[in-house]
Structures are given as C-alpha cells and as structure tokens.
C-alpha cells in the first residue's frame, strides 16, 4: 500500500520541480557573473558588460523567458525557483560590506588626521544628494513608493534594500538604482577623475567614488592607490550607517 522512500526517490520529478531548490538560484547567479566577467575581459573593459550589470540584466531575460514556458508570470517564478538559491547569495552582502574595513585598517593613519573633515563632506554630501533625489523623482512625476525606493540608493545594496522596505520602498526597483549607479560611475569615474584632475585630492577621490559607486566605485578607487581605497572603503561604512538613520526621518518629513 505504501510506497517507500527509495522508491520515490527513484520516480521521475516534474520538470518545473528541478527549479524549486535553492541550487537554481546559486546556479543562475554565479554563471551569469563569470558570463559577465568574460565579456567584460573580451570587450576590453567596456562598461555595459560591467559583470553585476551583466548578471542583471540576463538574470531577467532567464527568468522571463523560464516563467513563460512554465506558463507562470515572471514575479511568481522569480518567487518559487531563484529567491531559495538568490536568498543565499544575498546573505553574502553583508559580510562582503563589512570586509570594506581591511581597506580602511591599512590606511588609518588618514583617517585619523582627516575624520572630521571626511564625516562632515559625507553627511553634507548624503543630504544634498537625498534633495536632489527627491527633486528629481518628482520632476518624473514618481508617486511615494516610487520616490522611497530611490532615496536609500546612496547607501551600498546591503544597507539600502532592507532600509527601501523599511520605508515603503519596493527593494527590487532600489537593486536596480544602486547597481546603475555603480555602472555609471565605473563608466564615467576615469573621465571625470582625469577631466577635472580629481586624483591630485586622493582623499576626495576615493570619498567621491565610495559614495555614488559602492563596491564598483571602490574597486576603481583601490586601482587608483591605497589612499583613494581606503578613503572610498569608509565612504561606503560612514555613508551606510548615516543613511540607516536619517533617511526613515527624511521620508517622514518629506513623502
């Protein structure tokens, strides 16, 4: 009467089933990144095959067309076949932020002589760019959900997604804002950095690129020097942890 375990685990799984296990969403995640790590090498840096851009952008395109064939809409499939796998890989972010403070340790002796000046240029540079944001998406007409999930874009994706939920933000539209910032600044920091001679201020530099870039703008930053490095390491921390307390009072105030 009863079927044993061996047995089922001999039957054959419908095929949607193969989806619904975390390793999908691992899978899918890593081969899109070293997809886009080879076309970014064989394209000579050029900056729309940025890998996390890559990945992005054709980790959509694979869900869409997956959910299609299993006649499911694109949220729901994302919901039951990546998400398991795509939780894990987002687990990661938080100790790859926290791995920001190797940088800033080697160079501390900046960071002493400097922090006061550093912390008052990143807080100005937070509430000016929250402004801006905010003018910005209203100027595009974007109701308050839309406007809560561009504030928290400043701070690196760690720290912005929970922080976008928080406030009544939609994470996935926030995802998508701190990676193009990322890919913007990576394709415009060497043009902007050689145009206006930035580099001649390693500690502006790298704060610059820390805070609108995140780990894309520091990993330019750390080719630039150590000091740019490490300037932009602390640029990502300070920023996070000022953006987790003033943008819910920001949005209160201002949505």
């Known amino acids: 009467m009863s079927i044993s375990l061996f047995s089922l685990a001999l ?26 790590q080879w ?12 890998p996390l851009f890559v990945a992005m952008v054709l980790g959509v395109v ?50 002493k002589k400097f922090w006061l000046e550093i912390l008052l240029s990143l807080v100005i540079g937070l509430f000016v760019s929250m402004f801006v944001i905010l003018w910005v ?15 928290p874009q400043e701070a690196t994706t760690a720290i ?3 922080l976008s939920t928080a406030i009544g933000g939609n994470s996935a ?6 990676i193009l910032n990322a890919v913007i600044i990576f394709a415009l920091g060497d043009i902007l950095v050689k145009t206006f001679r930035l580099n001649s201020d390693p500690i502006g530099t790298g704060l610059g690129l820390g805070t609108a870039g995140h780990t894309i703008g520091s990993a330019y930053a750390l080719e630039l020097g150590s000091a740019q490095g490490s300037m932009a390491a602390i640029a990502v921390v300070i920023i996070g942890i000022v953006a987790d307390l003033v943008v819910p009072i920001f949005s209160n105030i201002f949505l």
């Open 160 to 162: 912005a997604l929970p």
């Open 137 to 151: 998406s209203r100027l595009f007409g974007l109701d308050r959900a839309g406007i809560a999930s561009m504030l």
């Open 39 to 50: 076309l970014f090498k064989i394209s000579h840096k050029f900056f729309l095959f940025q």
């Open 173 to 178: 539209i926030t995802a998508m804002a701190c």
């Open 62 to 111: 694979v869900l869409a067309i997956l959910a299609k064939m299993f006649n499911m809409t694109t949220a729901r499939f994302y919901t039951m076949a990546y998400q398991p796998g795509g939780n894990i890989i987002f687990w990661f972010l938080n100790p790859a932020t926290i791995a920001f403070a190797v940088p800033l340790y080697k160079r501390n002796d900046i960071v």
């Open 11 to 36: 039957m054959p799984k419908a095929p949607l089933a193969y989806f619904a296990t975390p390793f999908f969403g691992i899978f899918i995640s890593i081969a899109l990144y070293l997809l886009g």
